[in-house]
């Protein structure tokens, strides 16, 4: 099962940051692949359960399903429900942790799948990599300025 993560420090304090995570449903306002996400079924935004639809720039659809929303450690976990991706099993994570002294957060993405297609291992690693930095460097941008 091929495992991608990538770990930084987001320049702004635990509490913003992660208050604008765990709004699922409003990943649009700083993912720069996603142009429209919604949360299916009138479900509440952030509901263990919770169903999230999102169009990317090309046009594809992604749904995905909140796991855990965990206040406590900070962590958030969810899986793909539908992708146009040859992956299955998808699981992604991101935890926060707050620096000491400092209005700073460590951040750690994490993302497990299994493929469909054992040669596109590398092809797949990369691009859900390339998908979670552009994402964190959009979060730390919409961080700065709201």
Not at 58 to 69: F, I, K, M, S, Y
């Amino acid at each position: 099962m091929p495992m991608v993560e990538f770990s930084a420090v987001l320049d702004s304090d635990t509490g913003h940051a992660w208050s604008l995570l765990k709004k699922f449903g409003e990943i649009h306002k700083w993912h720069p692949s996603i142009v429209e996400s919604s949360i299916e079924d009138n479900q509440p935004d952030g509901l263990v359960g919770c169903v999230r639809k999102l169009t990317l720039a090309d046009g594809a659809v992604v749904r995905e399903r909140l796991l855990t929303v965990d206040d406590r450690n900070l962590t958030l976990c969810y899986r793909f429900e539908e992708s146009p991706l040859p992956l299955d099993n998808y699981l992604a994570i991101v935890k926060l942790v707050s620096l000491t002294g400092q209005s700073k957060t460590f951040i750690n993405w994490s993302a497990s799948f299994d493929l469909q297609d054992l040669n596109t291992a590398d092809h797949y690693q990369e691009l859900i990599r390339g998908l979670i930095v552009d994402g964190h460097n959009s979060l730390q941008l919409f961080l700065i300025r709201h």
